[in-house]
């Protein structure tokens, strides 16, 4: 037992010595933990190269690396240790997520966390940065396609580590487009764990029982690079291969591209000079931390490699000028969501000393379509969009491009069939909007099996956040049998058809709603006079939920008329002049800036007021 004791003294004491030597090395300020899945593929060294690399910047500023060797409860272990030592920020690039979600809540819950190109599940993290894997796999089928051409062919597909989200999200995209050429057929799918030897080695068993492969599709190029190695005595020259990834170091995919071993492969950036950036931001209490970051894919072929190898971004047909210049074409002044967006766009332009040239198209997509035009026409340095509906962009979008004028969407999303048309998504996700106001509400009601009659005021037609809000409440009520939207109404984001529609609505249905669902605050807050008038009690007699968290909202909350306002965050402005001046600076920049949002109840709004706004 004396023994036990010592042992633990002595470690104990040890820990501490290593805290304060970490902390006190040359006046460090801050220690970032930085957990790295394994240290066997080359993309994850070149991931903590760019950490050390960005960390360079900042002086009083360490970071504290550990190997987990592709071992999950290795991983569980290095984080304690890093925990031990004192961290302030913890980074993590997790082995396998399922295993490490529940330890990244865990310390969530006592220091920030950002969590690097694997996904945890929900929310429970500072920020997500990685790529769009599901995009990946989805550009990488179409370009299957355009190769093979009608003839089709027989491919090979080398996945990577079983049980990570790139291998599932890569191979569902990849085969989703695949699909559409039915002589095109997987004649073998093999894991090589991410590894080159590994793919080298089943290379070598397939090509002796498939000797007429037309294309190896690896998802990544050390496996892709490995296939190559595998058949290369057998001299097919006419086997295309294709990777992911896309670095610029010794074998990377640049060098296998230029030297014609790789077809072609996808820019998959590793996120660690952003992880870096952004942990000094938190670390330096900076307000708009987004929640998730997705890094943009670019295509590599031989045509356009030696743009990246030596990183010359071209930039013609744009005037010189001494600022820069931002069309924004905005959707209109349909909501106070609305008027506090235009304000934070304003405001941060200002703050940017960029030009801001933004104007308001009536909710009209015809007419915000001839802004964009017209922006065009000016040849304005980025453009901005707030687009009124989903569908309808593409001819507009490819005017843009040819013009070499960068769309950056903002708060809403588009539905095209080429999502390169347009350079970064800066907004919510507003599925998880409509999710949370469903979930409050079944939480609200508990367990009670009384049929619970719901009225849903949409928003404008076509709109992605009224069709996302939709899609994410439906969602949530599928695992319910009580719970029915017996009436689902469009009124335009806008208060007085909120209260016009709500007012018909309750002259039709008489007594018998019991939740009112509004895609937006105004259109809630115009439902709540309409009920009123009726001569019921918001709040009471009809439970009303909304969206946005805008300061009426509040009000609303804090007078127990409104029960529930899920955050939209209007607040992009920041956000869009950063990536705007990044873009006229030719740098890389993110393909999607997810928000940071909260919920508000009656409970917190009367808090919210006083502290927010
Ligand atoms: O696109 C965001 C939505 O547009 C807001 O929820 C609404 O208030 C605005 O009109």
């Not at 995919?253 to 870096?276: H, M, Q, Y």
């Not at 405001?347 to 801001?356: E, M, P, Q, T």
């Not at 469903?438 to 076509?462: A, H, P, Q």
């Not at 009436?487 to 007594?511: C, H, P, T």
């Amino acid at each position: 037992m004396k023994k036990f004791i010592v042992f633990i003294l002595i470690i104990s004491i040890f820990l501490v010595l290593i805290n304060n030597e970490s902390k006190e090395d040359e006046g460090t300020k801050y220690l970032i933990g930085m957990s790295q899945a394994n240290l066997s593929e080359p993309w994850r060294i070149m991931m903590n190269e760019d950490i050390k690399e960005a960390v360079k910047k900042y002086r009083d500023v360490k970071v504290i690396f550990t190997d987990a060797g592709q071992s999950s409860k290795k991983q569980i272990n290095d984080v304690d240790k890093l925990l031990d030592y004192g961290i302030d920020i913890l980074i993590i690039s997790m082995n396998n997520s399922e295993d490490l979600t529940p330890i990244v809540e865990n310390v969530y819950k006592k220091i920030p966390v950002i969590v690097l190109d694997r996904h945890v599940k929900g929310y429970d993290y500072t920020l997500f940065i990685g790529p769009d894997n599901k995009f990946i796999g989805e550009e990488t089928g179409k370009f299957i396609v355009d190769i093979l051409g009608d003839k089709g062919g027989d491919i090979v597909e080398i996945q990577g580590l079983l049980g990570s989200p790139p291998v599932s999200d890569r191979s569902k995209g990849m085969r989703s487009e695949i699909k559409k050429n039915k002589n095109i057929n997987i004649i073998e799918t093999v894991v090589a764990d991410w590894q080159k030897d590994k793919a080298e080695d089943k290379m070598r068993e397939i090509i002796k029982k498939h000797p007429s492969i037309d294309l190896v599709c690896a998802q990544s190029d050390a496996m892709a690079f490995g296939a190559y190695k595998g058949i290369e005595e057998n001299k097919l020259g006419n086997i295309h291969f294709l990777g992911v990834d896309g670095l610029a170091n010794y074998n990377g995919g640049l060098s296998l591209v230029e030297e014609g071993i790789l077809k072609g492969t996808f820019t998959c950036p590793t996120g660690g000079k952003e992880a870096i950036e952004y942990a000094m931001e938190i670390l330096q209490g900076k307000k708009t931390i987004p929640k998730k970051i997705i890094l943009r894919a670019n295509k590599i072929i031989r045509d356009n490699v030696g743009e990246y190898l030596n990183k010359k971004y071209k930039k013609e047909g744009n005037e010189v000028r001494a600022s820069i210049l931002l069309g924004f074409a905005q959707t209109g002044m349909e909501s106070s969501w609305r008027d506090a967006n235009v304000k934070s766009i304003e405001k941060a332009a200002v703050d940017y000393g960029i030009d801001l040239d933004m104007v308001y198209s009536d909710n009209s997509q015809e007419k915000q379509i001839r802004i964009v035009r017209e922006f065009i026409r000016k040849k304005v340095d980025v453009i901005g969009l707030s687009p009124v509906v989903e569908r309808g962009w593409e001819e507009v979008f490819k005017e843009a491009k040819e013009a070499n004028i960068p769309i950056i969407l903002c708060d809403r999303k588009v539905t095209i069939d080429d999502n390169n048309l347009w350079t970064s998504f800066i907004g919510s996700d507003f599925i998880e909007e409509g999710k949370r106001a469903g979930r409050w509400m079944i939480d609200y009601f508990g367990n009670s099996k009384d049929v619970i009659n719901i009225v849903e005021l949409k928003g404008t037609r076509g709109a992605n956040p009224a069709i996302e809000r939709k899609i994410g409440f439906e969602e949530v009520l599928r695992d319910t049998s009580n719970f029915k939207i017996i009436k689902s109404e469009y009124a335009n984001f806008r208060m007085d058809m909120g209260k016009s529609v709500m007012k018909n609505i309750l002259n039709q249905e008489k007594g018998k709603i019991d939740v009112v669902y509004a895609h937006n605050d105004d259109m809630a807050l115009g439902a709540i006079t309409a009920i009123e008038d009726y001569g019921l009690e918001p709040g009471k007699d009809i439970i009303v939920i909304s969206i946005d968290g805008t300061v009426p909202a509040l009000k609303a909350l804090a007078a127990g008329k409104l029960n529930f306002a899920v955050e939209c965050n209007p607040v992009l402005g920041p956000q869009i002049m950063e990536v705007t001046k990044d873009l006229f600076e030719n740098k890389e920049v993110p393909k999607q800036i997810i928000t940071e949002e909260e919920v508000f109840t009656q409970e917190n709004a009367k808090k919210e007021l006083l502290t927010k706004y």
